[in-house]
Each structure stands twice: as structure tokens, then as C-alpha cells.
């Protein structure tokens, strides 16, 4: 709203109060004169006069005058109705007339006089059932004239005193018609001393707030304890008014009457500076305003927005039902909302939202996909949400650079409450010049209330799902390994109501070179309770993996896990270890959903795979293996019961419709594929895990060959040999030295270091050949820090690394296994006609 600057002269001063007065504790009434008077300088009206027709002739006399600026302007005394006055030309006219100070100009007689360049003025004409009953002149001293809510204003007031008028059927008007007329219209007035908290109130303010005169004791706190919580914020930046609140000021609030009824007030109030430009006295009026008399399509409205903001979820839902509340209705050019975080504003929306349509200032601090700036850079939002009241800025404002161009024709700004501070702010602006009309000012400010509750609430429901998404995906793998001979995808959907972190989990484990695990599993509930247990049966069955167990094993270690943990939650689960090679599968199910295969001629089927008992439900559970034998092309899906049951989807249409969809998909893309399993991709009631394999079968197949070593003085050199021989036979033996030297170091620690058996095992892919020597030991081969040159061992693996492309040791099943890699120098070798062989102690 308009910054008016200090109150004009003219606005009556508190009085003294009577000797007396703080004796009795109930300070005597303001005249009614001078509530008045403050009365119309809010309205803009330095005098009103009323003009009735006079006796026996055709024009206008002057019967009474009120306002402060009575002793500063006269008008006439008598306004002939064929003259050019603007009161005749009103009369003339049938409706008011506003004239600025230049049209006034204009005007050769009825005009105030002394003729100040300042002064505007208004003719309303009196009527009541077609008869002429007069003409209420009012003289302002604003070179703007009066704005849209004035002129409002002193309409309801010419209407009251032509009520009075008729009233009088005929008579001679009373003495004094322009006071009765404006208490009628329930205006009241006070002037506060902030330093003090005290404060003159006449009745009518009184009557309002509903407290009787003999009940008030001139203090400010006693009219506050009538005002609704939710509005003291408001109503303190009134009474603890800064230097930046010199201007006018208006702001609308609720107090709840003895009754019990509450009743919606507005305040219109104006601070005056002493000699040292501090606060003096804050000068007001209050009147119980029709703008709140909403119609049925303003009720309509509220109740649609308040639907919509309890439907949006997050930050972003509320920021565009806002913009859909707002734009289009008020025909606004602009609407930008913005989170208050610590001492910055955060935008949320921007509405349009080119970085062109916004100021300068804002496009410097666009770094990410809005802006955002310090409180300090914007005095006029940091005012707004300081004192947490709603502005209207009229066309021509002048406001600091960072609000250029926002609203040139009119800006309002909605600080948005929530519990007791301010959430955030909206801006609501226009390119042309725009009239805020009353019903404008309730749906705003309705708005802003609603507004700020719903922003809270979905700034705790982003920070709640920014965590549990980050809770989710810290559980679940962040990649997928690179298979040969196979590609893996896989989707998560978190669950639609709630905290959106389950217990719905996925894996693919890397066994060795040419063996892979896929696992999924789903942990009864959706709290972060089943997904620490999600996390810690994903963690387990990786690790019984990775040691080398048969499937079986696996899936009956992590089941007694579970049960020993001693929780109330169950989880189901399904296994599945793949030979990239040759295509054979092993499938164990705990309690789960059967897999899903598409053939490579696009029929699929539900793989009948033996089931078991959920994890977690018996120790003793059993959980047999069933083989299935892939050919390449085929696609191997996984999925959880979120994807194919819903409290309106059958569990068996749902596989049916899954099955249909696995048919339909294009197997070239599997990332497509899963994408179009999910559907739509809305979150469904439960969560959803979706793993999907395409088994393309392995382009180059690795040539093996095998020896059991026994445990003989002279093993080394048999292993030696063994080795040799196969070099030859794959033609390959150009590497032979290094590999040799691996072998013969190798063997000789699993024989020296472990007890039972080893097994060298050798493996030729392409161009590199893979040395293993498995034993029965757990423990992992340890380099020596320092190796002494008189030393006599310790330097076999520092050889073996030296001598390899690649080394390392895996856990597996009853032991370990120390590998090392080698490029065969040369061309491509070629393969022996046998693929795999395997010796005991050098007997094939």
C-alpha cells in the first residue's frame, strides 16, 4: 500500500487527559468530533461539506462542514444549480465526480479557496427514491485525488447521510448530519503512544473491539487480548512501528467479542515523527469493513483452494497451486513465491519463469534452476515479513532496483504465516496499472493464510523425503557391474503414502568371471525399521555370496540371520545364480513371487520354481534348488509384489498383465523394457523392485583345464608339468615362462601355508590366461612389508605380482582362491580341439 509520509497537518492531537482521569482507571470518551476528523483524513478528506437545496430558489446552501481542515479551506456559501460548479455538475451528472488538482482547475466557481495546487476534490450527489436531496463536497489535499478505496468509502458515506436526509421527510436538516452520519457507518479512531502503550480510543472503536468504556483502561494491551493469536503478529508491527514504517498503513485482523462471535476488522493507521524522526504517535481508524462479505464465487474459490493445497504433497505442488489460485483469477502478469531460510529467500516458483520477464538484479543471482537473495537486498519484503502484513503497492511506487519490473502497475506482497512466524512470501505483480479492489484484498490475504500452513507442511514433507530417499538409495546398489554375456537393469519406486523408504531390495553379484548372482527381496512394512533390515539382509546375502556358497546356502545363512536378529519383520526373497557360460541356472525362493521368462521368440511363462518359507519365520526352514536352462535372448525378471498386486489389482492379473507387458516390450533396449513394466510410473500404495536380465550367451568361450594337486614331495614339479602340456595343446606356450613361475609359486604356498586340498585350475580367454589355486584356507595371502636380503622367503608373491597383468584372491566355499592373469605376447592364439580337461595327480 502507499507510503503516504508523515500525517498532514490538521489531524487533531490526543487530548490531556482530565484531572481525574487515571484515578478512575476508565479515561473519558473522545469527542466526537475529533473521531471524526480522524475518520475522513483516513479517507483522504480534509473537509466535507453538505450543500441541501435552499428555500424558494434553485440552488445549493451550505448547511455544515467537518473535517480538520475546516479552518484551512472555506467553500461557498451558496452554489447555484445552472452554475459550473462540480457539485451542479454532480447534480447534473446523477453520479459522483472526482476531479484531481488540474481538472479542478478547471472549474471558475465551487471550488475551495484559498486555491491551493494541492487540492482535489469530490461532488457526491444526495438522492433517495428520485428525489434531490443535496450534495456532499469533500476537498483532499492529495495531488493524487482520492485512490479507488477512498472514493468507496465516501460513497457509503454520502449514502448515510442522504439516509438521514430522507429520514427527515421534508423537514429543515438538523443541525449536525455529517458526525451521526459517519458513526453510523461503525469508523472508529485512536492515536497510540508507542513508547508508552497508551492509547485513546473512542467509543465506536470501543463498540467494535467489545469492550464497554467504563471496562477500558487506556492501555493497548486490553484492546489486544480481544485480537485472535494468529493476527498479534501483525498487530505488534502497529504498536512497535520502525523508521522504515513512517507511511500508511493498512491491515486487516479478527477479534473475538464477549459473545463469542468473531469479527473481521480493518485498520487503516499512519505513524507521525517527532523532531528527532522517532515514532511519536500512531493515528488510526478501524471499522468492521464489508471486504470481507465474500460472494458465493469468493467462497467457491477458497474452498477450491483449500482442497488443492491439502492434496499438494511438496514445495513445488503448493508453489503451483498458488500461481493457479492467483494469476489467471486477479489477471495478474506475474507470481513468485519464495521459502524465508535463515536470512534468504529461496524461490520456489516463478510464473512465467524466462529469467527475461524478471529484474536485472534477480538474473545475477540465477545460479541454479531459480534465484535466490539475501532479506537485505529487498527492504521491502524484509518490511512485509518483519511485520508479517499484507502490502499493496499501487501503479508508480517507486521500490528499490531488485522489485523493478515485478509489478510496475500494482504489486502485492503476501507474507505467508505458519504457526507463529512467516514462512515464506508471495509476490503477486502487474505490468498495467491495476486497482486493488476489496474483494482482491480478502482473497489475498485468505490466501496467504492458507498458503503459509501448506508451505510449512510440505517443507517438512520434502526434508522428510529428501532423507528417506537418500536413506533408500544409500541401501540399494548405486550401479549395476558390467556382465559378459548379459545386461542388467533394474528400477526402484518408492511407496506413495508415507515415509517413502520400504524394504523392497535388488542386487546383482559379480561371483566370478562367468558367474553372476541376481537376488530380490521384499521386507514386510514401509518404515525405516524394514529398511535397516533390508539393508542388512542385502549386506548378508552379498557376503554369503561372495564366499562361494551354492545358492541354497545362501538364501538358508541369511534366513537364520534374520531370525536371530529378533525382530517382528519377515522378508521374502528369490535367489537366482546364473552360468554366463552355458546358460544353466539355479533358482531358490523364500516366500516370493515367482521369476519371469521371455523366450527369445516373445512368449514368456512363470518359471515354477520350488518355494520356501519367508526369512525370518523358522531356522529350520528348507529352501530348495530348482535348475532352469537359459538360451541367449531370453529376459529373466524379478519383481516385487508392489509391481503386480494393489488393494484393486488381483495378485494373478496382475502377473498376467506383467507377463503380457514383458511380451510386448522390446528386449533390444532393457532399460525401455523395464521403464514400460512399471507403466505410468505412479507411486502405487506399496513400494516396487523391478530386476531384469537379457542373456545374450558369451562371444568368446574361455578354454579350461584342471588339476588336483596332491600333497607329494614333488607336487610342484607335477603341476609344472601340467601346466606346460596345456600351454602347447592351446598354443599359447610363448607365455610360458611367466605362467610357469606363477604356478610353481602359487602352489608351493597353498602346499607349505594350508592344510587339506588345493586345485590349480587354468582358464584361457582370448589372449589372457588365468592362473587359480584354490585351497582350503580363509585366510588371504599376505604380502610381506619388508623383505630382508638375507631373507629366505617372502618374496613368492612379490614375484607373482610382478610377473601378472592382474592378481588377487576371492573367498569361496571352504576356502580361498588365489588367482593371477596373463597376456599371452603375440597374436591371437589358437584353441585346442578340447575345451575342458581335468587331472589328478597327472592322470587325465
Given at each position: 500500500m502507499p507510503h503516504d509520509g508523515p500525517a498532514p497537518a490538521g489531524v487533531s492531537e490526543p487530548?490531556?487527559?482530565?484531572?481525574?482521569?487515571?484515578?478512575?482507571?476508565?479515561?473519558?470518551?473522545?469527542?466526537?468530533?475529533?473521531?471524526?476528523?480522524?475518520?475522513?483524513?483516513?479517507?483522504?478528506?480534509?473537509?466535507?461539506?453538505?450543500?441541501?437545496?435552499?428555500?424558494?430558489?434553485?440552488?445549493?446552501?451550505?448547511?455544515?462542514?467537518?473535517?480538520?481542515?475546516?479552518?484551512?479551506?472555506?467553500?461557498?456559501?451558496?452554489?447555484?444549480?445552472?452554475?459550473?460548479?462540480?457539485?451542479?455538475?454532480?447534480?447534473?451528472?446523477?453520479?459522483?465526480?472526482?476531479?484531481?488538482?488540474?481538472?479542478?482547475?478547471?472549474?471558475?466557481?465551487?471550488?475551495?479557496?484559498?486555491?491551493?495546487?494541492?487540492?482535489?476534490?469530490?461532488?457526491?450527489?444526495?438522492?433517495a427514491e428520485g428525489r434531490r436531496l443535496g450534495c456532499l463536497v469533500v476537498v483532499g489535499t492529495s495531488p493524487d485525488g482520492f485512490d479507488v478505496e477512498q472514493q468507496r468509502f465516501l460513497e457509503r458515506y454520502a449514502d448515510a447521510v442522504a439516509d438521514l436526509l430522507r429520514a427527515g421527510n421534508g423537514r429543515p436538516p438538523p443541525t449536525s448530519l455529517l458526525g451521526p452520519a459517519l458513526r453510523s457507518l461503525r469508523v472508529g479512531s485512536f492515536v497510540l503512544v508507542p513508547d508508552t502503550g497508551v492509547i485513546e480510543a473512542d467509543e465506536t472503536l470501543l463498540e467494535l473491539v467489545g469492550i464497554t468504556p467504563d471496562d477500558f483502561d487506556g492501555k493497548a494491551d486490553t484492546l489486544l487480548s480481544h485480537a485472535l493469536p494468529e493476527d498479534m503478529h501483525a498487530l505488534m508491527s502497529v504498536l512497535e512501528p520502525s523508521t522504515q514504517a513512517f507511511g500508511r498503513r493498512e491491515l486487516e485482523f479478527r477479534v473475538r467479542c464477549p459473545t463469542g462471535e468473531m469479527r473481521w476488522l480493518s485498520m487503516g493507521c499512519r505513524v507521525v515523527t517527532g523532531t528527532d524522526d522517532r515514532p511519536e504517535q500512531v493515528l488510526g481508524v478501524v471499522t468492521a469493513t464489508s471486504v470481507l462479505?465474500?460472494?458465493?464465487?469468493?467462497?467457491?474459490?477458497?474452498?477450491?483452494?483449500?482442497?488443492?493445497?491439502?492434496?499438494?504433497?511438496?514445495?513445488?505442488?503448493?508453489?503451483?497451486?498458488?500461481?493457479?489460485?492467483?494469476?489467471?483469477?486477479?489477471?495478474?502478469?506475474?507470481?513468485?513465491?519464495?521459502?524465508?531460510?535463515?536470512?534468504?529467500?529461496?524461490?520456489?516458483?516463478?510464473?512465467?519463469?524466462?529469467?527475461?520477464?524478471?529484474?536485472?538484479?534477480?538474473?545475477?543471482?540465477?545460479?541454479?534452476?531459480?534465484?535466490?537473495?539475501?532479506?537485505?537486498?529487498?527492504?521491502?519484503?524484509?518490511?512485509?515479513?518483519?511485520?508479517?502484513?499484507l502490502d499493496l503497492w499501487p501503479a508508480g511506487t517507486s521500490l528499490e532496483p531488485a522489485l523493478a519490473g515485478v509489478g510496475d502497475g500494482g504489486l502485492a506482497v503476501l507474507p505467508l504465516p505458519a504457526k507463529g512466524r512467516i514462512a515464506g512470501v508471495c509476490l503477486v505483480g502487474w505490468d498495467q496499472p491495476h486497482e486493488f479492489a476489496p474483494e482482491e484484498r480478502s482473497l489475498l490475504t485468505a490466501t496467504a493464510a492458507l498458503a503459509g500452513q501448506a508451505l510449512k507442511r510440505a517443507h517438512a514433507h520434502d526434508a522428510e523425503q529428501e532423507l528417506a530417499t537418500m536413506l533408500q538409495r544409500s541401501l540399494l546398489p548405486r550401479r549395476l557391474p558390467e556382465l559378459p554375456g548379459g545386461t542388467a537393469v533394474a528400477r526402484y519406486l518408492p511407496a506413495r503414502r508415507g515415509l517413502q523408504v520400504g524394504g523392497d531390495w535388488y542386487d546383482v553379484i559379480a561371483l566370478s568371471e562367468d558367474r553372476v548372482a541376481l537376488v530380490i527381496g521384499d521386507v514386510q512394512g514401509h518404515?525405516?525399521?524394514?529398511?535397516?533390515?533390508?539393508?542388512?539382509?542385502?549386506?548378508?546375502?552379498?557376503?554369503?555370496?561372495?564366499?562361494?556358497?551354492?545358492?541354497?546356502?545362501?538364501?538358508?545363512?541369511?534366513?537364520?540371520?534374520?531370525?536371530?536378529?529378533?525382530?517382528?519383520?519377515?522378508?521374502?526373497?528369490?535367489?537366482?545364480?546364473?552360468?554366463?557360460?552355458?546358460?544353466?541356472?539355479?533358482?531358490?525362493?523364500?516366500?516370493?513371487?515367482?521369476?519371469?521368462?521371455?523366450?527369445?521368440?516373445?512368449?514368456?511363462?512363470?518359471?515354477?520354481v520350488e518355494g520356501g518359507l519367508p526369512l525370518g519365520i523358522s531356522a529350520e526352514a528348507e529352501f530348495p534348488m530348482t535348475a532352469v536352462a537359459l538360451t541367449p535372448g531370453a529376459v529373466l525378471a524379478l519383481v516385487t509384489d508392489g509391481l503386480v498386486e494393489a488393494a484393486d489389482l488381483p495378485l494373478d492379473e496382475g502377473m498376467d498383465r506383467t507377463r503380457a507387458a514383458l511380451a510386448a516390450a522390446d528386449p533390444e533396449d532393457p532399460g525401455r523394457m523395464a521403464d514400460e513394466l512399471l507403466g505410468d510410473g505412479v507411486r502405487r500404495e506399496d513400494d516396487v523392485a523391478l530386476l531384469l536380465l537379457r542373456y545374450d550367451g558369451m562371444k568368446t568361450r574361455p578354454i579350461r583345464a584342471g588339476w588336483v594337486v596332491w600333497r607329494l614331495p614333488d607336487a610342484v614339479m607335477h603341476a609344472r608339468?601340467?601346466?606346460?602340456?596345456?600351454?602347447?595343446?592351446?598354443?599359447?606356450?610363448?607365455?610360458?615362462?611367466?605362467?610357469?613361475?606363477?604356478?610353481?609359486?602359487?602352489?608351493?604356498?597353498?602346499?607349505?601355508?594350508?592344510?587339506?586340498?588345493?586345485?590349480?585350475?587354468?582358464?584361457?580367454?582370448?589372449?589372457?590366461?588365468?592362473?587359480?589355486?584354490?585351497?582350503?584356507?580363509?585366510?588371504?595371502?599376505?604380502?610381506?612389508?619388508?623383505?630382508?636380503?638375507?631373507?629366505?622367503?617372502?618374496?613368492?608373491?612379490?614375484?607373482?605380482?610382478?610377473?601378472?597383468?592382474?592378481?588377487?584372491?576371492?573367498?569361496?566355499?571352504?576356502?580361498?582362491?588365489?588367482?593371477?592373469?596373463?597376456?599371452?605376447?603375440?597374436?591371437?592364439?589358437?584353441?585346442?580341439?578340447?575345451?575342458?580337461?581335468?587331472?589328478?595327480?597327472?592322470?587325465?
Open positions: 487530548r490531556a487527559p482530565e484531572a481525574g482521569a487515571a484515578d478512575t482507571g476508565s479515561p473519558p470518551p473522545v469527542p466526537g468530533a475529533a473521531a471524526s476528523d480522524r475518520a475522513l483524513t483516513f479517507a483522504g478528506a480534509a473537509l466535507a461539506a453538505l450543500y441541501v437545496p435552499g428555500a424558494g430558489d434553485a440552488g445549493l446552501r451550505l448547511v455544515e462542514t467537518a473535517g480538520c481542515g475546516a479552518a484551512q479551506y472555506r467553500l461557498p456559501e451558496h452554489l447555484p444549480l445552472t452554475g459550473g460548479s462540480p457539485a451542479a455538475h454532480a447534480l447534473h451528472l446523477d453520479r459522483p465526480v472526482w476531479l484531481g488538482s488540474a481538472a479542478l482547475a478547471s472549474f471558475a466557481e465551487g471550488g475551495p479557496t484559498p486555491a491551493r495546487g494541492e487540492a482535489t476534490l469530490g461532488a457526491l450527489p444526495l438522492e462479505r465474500r460472494t458465493a464465487d469468493d467462497v467457491s474459490r477458497i474452498q477450491w483452494l483449500t482442497a488443492a493445497l491439502d492434496d499438494a504433497a511438496t514445495v513445488s505442488e503448493v508453489s503451483h497451486v498458488l500461481v493457479t489460485a492467483l494469476r489467471e483469477p486477479l489477471g495478474a502478469d506475474r507470481v513468485a513465491l519464495a521459502e524465508l531460510q535463515d536470512d534468504r529467500l529461496t524461490v520456489t516458483v516463478l510464473d512465467p519463469p524466462q529469467p527475461s520477464a524478471w529484474p536485472r538484479a534477480w538474473r545475477s543471482e540465477w545460479r541454479t534452476e531459480w534465484p535466490d537473495a539475501p532479506l537485505s537486498a529487498l527492504p521491502t519484503l524484509q518490511m512485509a515479513l518483519r511485520d508479517g502484513r518404515s525405516a525399521g524394514a529398511a535397516t533390515i533390508m539393508g542388512q539382509m542385502r549386506t548378508a546375502v552379498r557376503a554369503y555370496a561372495v564366499e562361494g556358497h551354492p545358492p541354497d546356502v545362501v538364501v538358508s545363512h541369511a534366513n537364520r540371520l534374520l531370525v536371530g536378529m529378533e525382530t517382528d519383520l519377515f522378508a521374502t526373497c528369490c535367489y537366482v545364480e546364473l552360468d554366463m557360460e552355458e546358460g544353466n541356472t539355479l533358482f531358490v525362493r523364500a516366500g516370493h513371487l515367482s521369476p519371469l521368462l521371455r523366450h527369445p521368440d516373445g512368449t514368456t511363462e512363470e518359471v515354477q608339468r601340467f601346466t606346460a602340456r596345456t600351454l602347447r595343446r592351446w598354443k599359447v606356450d610363448q607365455a610360458a615362462d611367466a605362467v610357469l613361475l606363477v604356478v610353481s609359486e602359487l602352489v608351493t604356498n597353498a602346499l607349505v601355508h594350508t592344510q587339506g586340498a588345493v586345485r590349480l585350475d587354468l582358464v584361457l580367454r582370448g589372449d589372457r590366461v588365468r592362473v587359480s589355486v584354490s585351497d582350503s584356507s580363509p585366510r588371504a595371502p599376505a604380502k610381506p612389508v619388508i623383505v630382508d636380503w638375507e631373507a629366505t622367503g617372502g618374496r613368492g608373491l612379490l614375484l607373482v605380482e610382478a610377473m601378472s597383468d592382474a592378481f588377487g584372491s576371492v573367498p569361496v566355499a571352504g576356502g580361498k582362491q588365489v588367482w593371477s592373469e596373463i597376456v599371452v605376447p603375440g597374436g591371437e592364439p589358437v584353441p585346442a580341439e578340447s575345451g575342458l580337461g581335468s587331472e589328478r595327480g597327472g592322470l587325465l
